[in-house]
């Protein structure tokens, strides 16, 4: 019984510790994104809140908490204040599976530095990725405004096109690793991170994970010139503040789930792994900053088309080489 | 009584009430989610007795994209409600008494007859490189044909929208 009970709570230290930290960097990835941004177009970004702006977002928080939290009379109340969480949640859940070091053995006891290893992880990954399209949708219904509705009905079209690219971007990999446990596909690249034997993979996922995001250059959901704000205009305060961390955290699943499946996870030379793994994290994260700011915004059909006609027919073919090699040698 | 036997009906409780929510709801956009929530709660029933991999499929496929597909075309119309018929009570006593009686009729043969029917269902964990090699290599030829069967229809409303299409376009020639 004492050991079940030391077995729980290690389990809420890691996911303390696991929260934490991924909070604590979508905090400050919204201050590196700004401060980036504002040197991309030749400005010095925001730096009044104390030394080069290192207290923004501690400000920013306090300010979305304390705000007004409107909701809007001709708003369906109830779907309108759960949207918001939803998007949050399921980013925030993903991390259960992403593992982020070498298991720890304390007193013969190995424990595992991952919240929970389920034997179909990757398709956890995805179940998540796709209860998400709910939050876009049922928040931009839910407004009942058009702007929002028409955000709402973008982001759901564009994350099920781009679904399908992403689940089978991945398949090669599953295959080379033999299994859909986060933790063995890491294992798998002991040798090798399996970026330099499917770039073709790599480059698919990339970027059907960055329409996933919602994120320049697929912001079309959001697109400030005609829509306002899309899917989230209505909301004020911390549900607003909801959407923002989800966008947030999502960016950080997305460096995750590229460093787990194509970088090797948290393995890397010298360091430790959760290092490791939270280096390649905010290298994604900066590059996708660094997207933004040097990329326009797809057209719609632009978007469609690039889904539907080349990046699904890539990463079948893909899929059928992988294949022939495997069975070849 | 287990603590897994609790879980199970409680799980089972709420896919019942969201189930019933979901056929009553005149709001279709309310009653799309109460069926994502029954969806969700038979994920958990699968996750309940061991098969973690039919649970996150039932997810990913009911929850994350059939009934996605539903909330986008019902989030697009105007959803009128529906007007009141004159007794539609009768018609549902009805039919309910007939679904009671045979599903009472089934239940009560199944008992007399098997009596292993009386146990609990054993959980069965397989994982799913087993699964995958169950279904490849016994059942090979079914899932070639279905897919087959998938790829005629997907297809055939290409052609229904191509068609459409090409008429509009020679419309406005004419014109």
Request: proline share 5%.
């Amino acid at each position: 019984m004492w050991l079940w009970t030391l077995g729980y709570f290690i389990l809420m230290a890691k996911i303390t510790l696991v929260l934490t930290v991924v909070l604590l960097l979508a905090a400050y990835l919204v201050l590196v994104e700004r401060k980036l941004l504002g040197r991309f177009q030749a400005r010095i970004g925001p730096n009044r809140a104390g030394i080069f702006g290192i207290l923004q977002p501690i400000a920013d928080g306090i300010k979305l908490l304390v705000k007004e939290d409107v909701v809007l009379d001709g708003a369906e109340r109830g779907i309108f204040q759960l949207a918001p969480v939803i998007v949050a949640s399921m980013a925030l859940l993903t991390f259960a599976i992403i593992p982020f070091g070498k298991p720890i053995i304390i007193g013969g006891h190995e424990i595992p530095m991952v919240i929970s290893d389920i034997n179909v992880g990757l398709l956890y990954a995805f179940a998540l990725t796709s209860l998400s399209v709910y939050g876009v949708a049922l928040g931009g219904w839910a407004s009942n405004s058009k702007y929002a509705l028409l955000g709402g009905i973008r982001g759901a079209a564009q994350m099920i096109s781009y679904e399908l690219a992403l689940g089978l971007s991945i398949v090669p990999v599953v295959m080379m690793a033999g299994s859909f446990s986060l933790v063995e596909i890491v294992n798998a690249q002991a040798k090798w991170p399996f970026i330099i034997v499917q770039p073709l993979a790599f480059i698919i996922f990339f970027i059907s994970a960055l329409a996933e995001s919602k994120r320049i250059p697929f912001d079309m959901p959001e697109a400030e010139a005609e829509l306002g704000a899309g899917y989230h205009i209505e909301y004020s305060g911390m549900r607003f503040g909801l959407f923002f961390l989800g966008e947030y955290v999502q960016m950080q699943v997305l460096g995750a789930l590229i460093a787990v499946f194509f970088l090797g996870g948290w393995r890397g030379p010298f360091l430790p792994g959760p290092i490791w793994l939270l280096i390649k994290i905010i290298g994604f994260s900066i590059i996708m900053v660094w997207i933004r700011a040097t990329l326009p915004r797809f057209r719609y059909d632009q978007l469609m088309t690039l889904g539907w006609k080349i990046l699904i027919p890539a990463a079948l073919i893909n899929i059928v080489i992988t294949g022939v090699f495997i069975v070849a040698f | 009584m287990t603590i897994y036997s609790i879980i199970f009906y409680i799980i089972a409780a709420l896919m019942i009430i969201s189930t019933g929510m979901a056929v009553t709801r005149e709001n279709m956009v309310h009653a799309v989610l109460y069926l994502v929530v029954s969806f969700l709660g038979s994920a958990l029933l699968f996750f309940l007795l061991g098969a973690p991999l039919l649970g996150i499929l039932q997810v990913i496929i009911y929850a994350g994209a059939i009934m996605v597909l539903f909330l986008f075309i019902v989030m697009m119309i105007r959803i009128e409600p529906p007007e009141r018929r004159a007794s539609p009570v009768r018609h549902y006593v009805a039919v309910g008494v007939i679904c009671g009686i045979y599903f009472g009729a089934v239940v009560l043969l199944m008992l007399v007859s098997e009596p292993a029917a009386r146990e609990p269902m054993a959980s069965a964990i397989a994982s799913p490189a087993d699964f995958g090699h169950y279904l490849f290599s016994r059942h090979w030829l079914a899932i070639e044909m279905i897919s087959l069967l998938l790829l005629v229809a997907l297809i055939g409303a290409l052609h229904l929208g191509l068609s459409g299409m090409r008429r509009r376009t020679n419309k406005g020639d004419a014109s």
